[in-house]
């Protein structure tokens, strides 16, 4: 019997990309909720338990730092896998520095996302413990 893992949330505003990544985490077993921007990613943060929040950096109404923040004030300790196209070293330092679990430059391979997708959900469930 496998374990039930909660569902993860996926924020990334190019629909082709979400789209793809949503197909391939649902191929692997995973239950994924998707937003297109900061504010959706909020409202569906308050109303559901997430596992695992993978977000993009850049996005429409804020960036991938906002959803860093609204995550931090859940109340379960929550990885965040934070992804981007705009890749730097500042960035990655501050979304580090913020609480990211890790941080993605794009293109990413989905054997590399799987990869720390289950560092992840390793480190968010001793979070829980």
């Known amino acids: 019997m496998t374990k039930k893992i909660p569902p993860v949330l996926l924020v990334e505003d190019d629909v082709r990309l979400l789209e793809q990544m949503k197909g391939a985490l649902e191929d692997e077993g995973f239950q994924v909720h998707t937003a297109a921007g900061c504010e959706e990613a909020t409202t569906v943060l308050a109303e559901t338990e997430f596992s695992l929040v993978i977000t993009d950096l850049h996005l429409p109404d804020g960036n991938g730092m906002d959803v860093l923040e609204s995550v931090q004030a859940t109340t379960s ?8 196209a705009y890749a730097s070293i500042d960035t990655a330092v501050e979304a580090m520095k913020r609480g990211a679990f890790h941080y993605l430059p794009k293109p990413i391979s989905l054997d590399t996302l799987l990869v720390q997708i289950e560092k992840a959900l390793e480190h968010g469930a ?3 413990e």
């Open 77 to 84: 300790p929550l990885p965040v896998l934070v992804i981007t």
């Open 126 to 128: 001793a979070l829980r």
